[in-house]
């Protein structure tokens, strides 16, 4: 067996033991109530098992970097499938040295399904091995790339503990304005964190099915002398066409529960590159995600917050709320490290200059300030807790944006990165 | 405005005081409540808090406060955000401005446009903005490190019981003994902790980690320095950003210094289809650019346009992608290439049509040709040369680079069986551009007589490929890196150390202990509750907890 065959059977074994690790969180969590045991043995006694079953998720998610690392020649975090598989690994360890300093199983609750998201995100991009072309071919690439990554690990963590604590603390039984508005937006939260979820069953699912749709799309250019070109390109989707590109004509199409043609057009001004495949895979995640939250309401007949409210029982949210503080003052430091001295020495040795307002760069720097603010504003008073906790929320959002979001819709230098 | 703010215990203290500089006890507002004490900056008065401010006062108080600081920040922030809506001008070569926007992006293009967008970072409010940060990261640091300073230098061991008893973590009990005895061990307790232990009989001031109070001001150091090695770019000379085009084979000048630069050869490899994965194959996926550089210094006629330069090699390297060459502060990187073959020189002959009879060869180089040839009996005199032909829109020729990418050659013949003047003779090299521009009615009854050809390929010398390189100074750099480097470890200290202390004093037997840190409860109550489980005091560490983080 060679090194890539075994490690990518070390990632599927790390995916399931980080679901049971999940599965034995739940159990520790939501079987307290259950008759005939002492709830405290029972947390006790579940919260090791999950911590074990998912330390052993990080061995085997080690097991698949280091043996992709030899198999390949060279550190596999040089495309978005092995990034997001190394983040959702530095989650892990995020979660493993906060776990050590604080000792609380249930932040596995949370921090287990965020690793989880993450790697089966990664799954949804190539996974081939591809040789590094010249730009990425340096000692810069393993130590520009793990500690930033590193670093967003830490504030994943206190976007875990935050979210923990609005989960803890928002009164989901209250019926002033201030409640019923913290209830909205962590319903809301919910929400995203289902649509994200979606997307990737989605994609898995139409993959399964071998969905395929092409189009050819006819793109005018006009070139830096005024000439006016006419390129025609063919775009695939693996979604059924709810749009297609914008002036495009369809090749195939597989008809899809009773769909043959595509219902609409993207509009022109989303002339980004692939903008219409883009579109339609945003939609079509809406719609999935949509259509699961109200399954989920309809289940439970209650706000999601308030059925995940209960289980947050018994935890003290303030220490949850120091946690989420904590995970962001560790990470902070080495963000600052990784993702903008590093990618600064790296910049000047490849690009030839430190800083080059690139839009990965800029919003490496909007991370950065915002989490500066964050921590300035903990200095304050009445900025801990109900507020940090949000703030900590909005953090994870922007440090995905920065990850993801630019190479989707903004491009750039970084775009080897890209989808 | 008259204010007292002379504690009870003596000790006067300036206006803003918060907490009494000698003993700790709450003054002003912070005595009337019963909530934890506000322990920021142990509660000393800052300069900010002057009474009666004059205008610099005002300015000063302005940027002093934090509140403005995270204002500034998130305006940058927000700031920032606008300029990655679409590209910035500078990461575009080719491409009008004026019209880029809009031609690619319509009206939204053309409002982001004309509101300066398209140069978000250099514009005047963002550099307003990014100096105002630097202003408040002085301002804010020199306006709290030095109180501070004071107050942590010359601390009292024996505070007040109300400062004791309004700390977050809280610990108070009757202590059956000697208490002098007590407070003798639990010291000996914490010693072994790390914490530096000072003792006035029954109290006892116990501190650890205060040089993490500093991580804050060191860091902002670095960031100022680091602000200020970028401005130091604008002096002359420290910084310079040029490209330079280098066909293979010939020292070209480096423009504002004395160095030229030689591509002794270009190479691409690409990966073979063994090394890539399936999906890949038949792709073209380069695997390295080389630029084999020499870097020359003139040492004589240097800009000299009669004479050639005397180059003195002075340094030599193989530039790759991530491997930049560099001597003395100039570095010079890969940036481009072209592999397009280029004409580098012909060698035709001049025919006779009406005998048939042919003269030269003569060598004619497309960049440096001579300004006339002899060839046989004919003299072939340059009068002008196009390296990309074009009729220019007044209908004369004119050239549209300095590429030889349509090179023409306008000779005037003179020789037997012509007219003395001469006659003139458009002559391209290239077959293609012959056909295009019609080289034989532009030449007219001349074209009937003569012919410049080149026999063979033989005859034609093609140039390898040319490399484009980015030139650097940046004579900043270290300073960034120093920057940088200082502002790293005031963060390391910052975060990954903590200032804990530890007050307590028994009066009439009864124990009051309270400590505070500046991050970290959760460490600062375990090492309480450790302490006094070594004295047979059993406390759970969240018991200690006197509440404070509320919202």
Not at chain 1, 274 to 283: D, F, M, P, S, Y
Not at chain 2, 62 to 79: H, M, N, P, Q, R
Request: proline share 5%; hydrophobic share 45%; net charge neutral.
């Amino acid at each position: 067996m060679s090194f890539l065959e075994f490690s990518s059977d070390a990632f599927i074994a790390a995916f399931f033991l980080y679901c049971f690790g999940f599965l034995f969180y739940m159990i520790a969590i939501g079987g307290k109530k259950w008759s005939n045991r002492d709830p405290e043995q029972h947390v006790k006694r579940w919260g090791r098992v999950a911590y074990i079953v998912s330390t052993l998720g990080l061995v085997a998610h080690l097991a698949f970097f280091f043996t992709r690392w030899i198999g390949a020649g060279h550190i596999p975090t040089s495309n978005m499938y092995e990034f997001m598989t190394f983040l959702g690994m530095s989650i892990m360890i995020a979660f493993t040295v906060i776990y050590s300093i604080y000792r609380s199983p249930l932040l596995g609750m949370f921090a287990l399904p965020l690793t989880i998201i993450i790697v089966a995100y990664a799954s949804v991009f190539p996974q081939e091995v591809q040789p590094l072309i010249p730009a990425l071919n340096s000692i810069w690439l393993k130590i520009h790339v793990t500690t930033a990554a590193l670093g967003e690990a830490f504030f994943a963590v206190g976007f875990a503990a935050g979210l923990m604590y609005l989960l803890r603390v928002v009164d989901f039984k209250g019926k002033t304005k201030e409640a019923r508005r913290a209830q909205r937006w962590v319903e809301f939260t919910l929400y995203v964190i289902i649509v994200v979820i979606s997307f990737i069953i989605t994609v898995f699912v139409f993959r399964g099915m071998g969905y395929e749709a092409e189009f050819k799309q006819m793109q005018v250019n006009i070139d830096s002398r005024g000439q006016e070109t006419t390129t025609e390109e063919n775009v695939q989707y693996t979604m059924p066409p709810i749009f297609k590109p914008y002036n495009s004509e369809t090749i195939s199409m597989d008809s899809f529960i009773g769909m043959k043609q595509p219902l609409l057009e993207t509009p022109y001004w989303m002339d980004g590159v692939n903008a219409g495949r883009k579109l339609n895979t945003v939609v079509w995640s809406i719609i999935a995600g949509s259509l699961l939250y109200g399954l989920l309401r309809l289940v439970f007949r209650k706000p999601l917050g308030a059925v995940i409210h209960p289980a947050m029982e018994g935890i003290d949210p303030e220490d949850l709320d120091e946690i989420s503080y904590r995970a962001i003052a560790i990470g902070f430091p080495i963000f600052t490290l990784g993702a903008l001295i590093f990618a600064m020495i790296w910049a000047n040795i490849a690009w030839s200059r430190f800083w080059g307002w690139d839009p990965k760069e800029v919003w490496a720097l909007i991370t950065w300030l915002y989490y500066s603010a964050y921590l300035h504003l903990r200095l304050s008073r009445g900025w801990q807790g109900h507020r940090s906790a949000w703030l900590a929320v909005i953090g994870f959002v922007i440090v995905m944006f920065t990850l993801i979001g630019v190479n989707l819709i903004i491009a750039g230098l970084h775009s080897y990165a890209g989808v | 405005m008259f204010q007292n703010t002379k504690c009870e215990c003596g000790h006067q203290n300036h206006v803003g005081t918060v907490l009494c500089e000698y003993c700790g006890k709450p003054l002003g507002e912070e005595s009337l409540s019963e909530e934890p004490l506000e322990m920021r900056y142990d509660g000393v008065a800052r300069r900010s808090q002057k009474a009666n401010p004059s205008w610099i006062d005002r300015i000063w108080n302005f940027f002093s406060s934090v509140k403005i600081a995270v204002y500034l920040i998130v305006i940058t922030l927000l700031g920032s955000t606008l300029g990655t809506i679409y590209p910035q001008e500078s990461t575009f070569l080719s491409g009008d401005p004026t019209t880029y926007y809009e031609v690619n992006y319509g009206l939204p293009g053309k409002i982001y446009y004309a509101l300066g967008l398209s140069r978000t970072y250099e514009s005047w409010w963002f550099i307003t903005l990014l100096v105002m940060i630097g202003t408040s990261l002085v301002i804010c640091s020199l306006d709290r490190v030095l109180p501070l300073y004071r107050a942590l230098n010359k601390q009292s061991i024996r505070k007040h019981l109300t400062f004791l008893k309004r700390q977050r973590v809280v610990f108070t009990r009757d202590i059956p003994g000697d208490p002098e005895e007590f407070v003798e061990k639990l010291g000996e307790q914490l010693k072994r902790k790390g914490y530096r232990v000072n003792r006035d009989g029954t109290a006892l001031l116990a501190e650890k980690g205060r040089f993490s109070r500093w991580g804050p001001y060191i860091n902002h150091i670095g960031l100022i320095l680091f602000l200020l090695a970028v401005l130091a770019r604008s002096i002359p000379g420290w910084y310079m950003d040029s490209y330079v085009t280098l066909p293979e084979g010939e020292a070209v000048e480096i423009k504002d210094t004395n160095y030229y630069i030689k591509n002794e050869k270009f190479t691409v490899q690409y990966y073979t289809d063994d090394e890539l994965p399936d999906e890949l194959k038949g792709t073209l996926r380069a695997k390295l650019y080389e630029t084999k550089a020499v870097l020359y210094e003139c040492t004589a006629y240097c800009g000299d346009l009669t004479r050639e330069p005397e180059l003195k090699e002075v340094h030599r390297h193989d530039i790759i992608v991530n491997d930049p060459l560099s001597y003395k502060g100039l570095h010079a990187y890969q940036f481009d290439f072209d592999e397009t073959p280029k004409l580098k020189a012909v060698k035709p002959v001049l025919v006779d049509k009406q005998t048939g009879e042919s003269y030269g060869p003569f060598e004619l180089s497309m960049t440096n040709p001579e300004i006339s040839y002899q060839v046989g009996p004919y003299t072939l005199e340059l009068r002008d040369q196009f390296m990309e032909f074009a009729i220019g829109e007044n209908g004369k020729p004119t050239t549209l680079s300095r590429e030889p990418n349509a090179p023409a050659f306008f000779f005037l013949i003179k020789g037997p069986g012509l007219p003395k003047e001469g006659e003139s003779y458009l002559y391209f090299p290239r077959e293609i551009d012959k056909v295009r521009f019609s080289q034989d009615q532009i030449n007219r009854d001349i074209a009937d007589r003569f012919e410049i050809k080149v026999g063979s390929m033989e005859n034609v010398v093609l140039s390898g490929a040319t490399t484009f390189l980015n030139i650097r100074v940046d004579t900043a750099i270290p300073y960034v890196w120093v920057g940088a480097a200082i502002s790293m470890i005031g963060l390391i200290l910052g975060f990954y150390w903590q200032h804990r202390r530890i007050w307590l004093r028994i009066d009439d037997g009864k124990l009051t202990l309270g400590a505070h840190t500046n991050k970290n409860w959760f460490g600062m109550r375990g090492d309480v509750a450790s302490a006094l489980r070594k004295l047979d005091i059993v406390v759970e560490p969240k018991s200690l907890d006197n509440g404070g983080n509320k919202t």
